[in-house]
């Protein structure tokens, strides 16, 4: 489960103090030192209970005349400081299943009851409210090649707890795992994210807990979304790439791509059969047995 953080101090730090303690020695929940750092700043900016509503009403009195995308991130999040290199500050509003927002939108669209892993690390703190629910597992991530229905023998469950009121938590990355759901009553979190250049590549994960294994990768990437553009196009070169990429690229789930987005130029079921026969002999496992997959749905 998360990582527990016991900082107790009564200072105050406005979201602006916060960003540029942050900033001044870097954001590394890798490290030690640098996570004590981090949690203690964000102990401090969460003993404040008025900044974010001062926030929140400022941003109503302008209309939120700013550019909506400089600060956007999901239907319950609130961007308050956008990256800084290696992190960003966020609030999440949690709220209760009785919500009208929640039975207006279904539980998808608040991701309640989806188990997820995440391909980055970071610190959250209950700020307002009861706090949400969760249920944590730990994983280990080096067992899983990462192809849908794929055995986790490792995954297991921990607990259900509550991110209660000023309670912090460090998510680990490719560790933990967790399926959220409703806060009591309306609640939020604050979170200090890490960023990392190759967070693009990295992989994520939705589990099916029932059977103990992957139920989908959730990580994409801009990479991605070119290369299907790209060959859907049918440029010479952008085909000659995905090729190239097919069988070679670091990334097996780029490498996956590209072979999905070879097999939609193929209007032919048995030229898409052979180009996925193919795909389960390009050397990842990812790739094999997503290609057996595929090969699979053709017939049935």
């Not at 991530?141 to 469950?157: I, N, Q, T």
Request: charged content about 25%; hydrophobic content about 40%; aromatic content about 8%.
């Amino acid at each position: 489960m998360p990582r527990l953080i016991e900082i107790a101090d009564d200072g105050r730090a406005s979201l602006e103090e916060t960003a540029d303690a942050l900033r001044s020695k870097g954001c590394n929940l890798a490290d030690e030192e640098s996570l004590q750092h981090a949690a203690l700043q964000l102990r401090r900016l969460g003993n404040d209970p008025d900044f974010l509503g001062d926030i929140l009403i400022d941003e109503l009195g302008r209309r939120h005349r700013e550019d909506v995308m400089a600060s956007s991130y999901g239907p319950q999040v609130i961007m308050l400081v956008p990256s800084q290199g290696d992190f960003f500050i966020r609030a999440n509003i949690w709220p209760s299943a009785h919500e009208h927002m929640v039975r207006a939108s279904g539980d998808a669209a608040f991701a309640i009851g989806l188990p997820h892993d995440h391909n980055f690390s970071f610190l959250t703190l209950g700020y307002f409210g009861p706090g949400y629910w969760s249920d944590y597992y730990e994983y280990d991530c080096e067992e899983v090649a990462g192809w849908r229905g794929e055995p986790v023998p490792s995954l297991k469950f921990i607990e259900r707890a509550c991110l209660s009121p000023g309670k912090i938590q460090l998510y680990r990355a490719h560790l933990d795992v967790h399926a959220q759901y409703p806060a009591d009553s309306l609640s939020v979190s604050l979170n200090i994210m890490q960023v990392q250049g190759a967070q693009g590549w990295l992989d994520q994960y939705k589990f099916d807990l029932e059977a103990g294994s992957i139920s989908t990768m959730l990580a994409s990437s801009s990479a991605d979304a070119f290369l299907r553009i790209a060959v859907g196009l049918g440029g010479a070169e952008a085909l000659d790439l995905a090729e190239c990429f097919a069988r070679s690229h670091p990334s097996d789930r780029l490498r996956l791509t590209a072979w999905d987005a070879l097999a939609a130029r193929q209007q032919d079921l048995a030229e898409r059969d052979a180009l996925w026969a193919s795909a389960e002999q390009s050397g990842s496992r990812l790739v094999a047995m997503e290609a057996r997959a595929r090969r699979a749905e053709l017939v049935s």
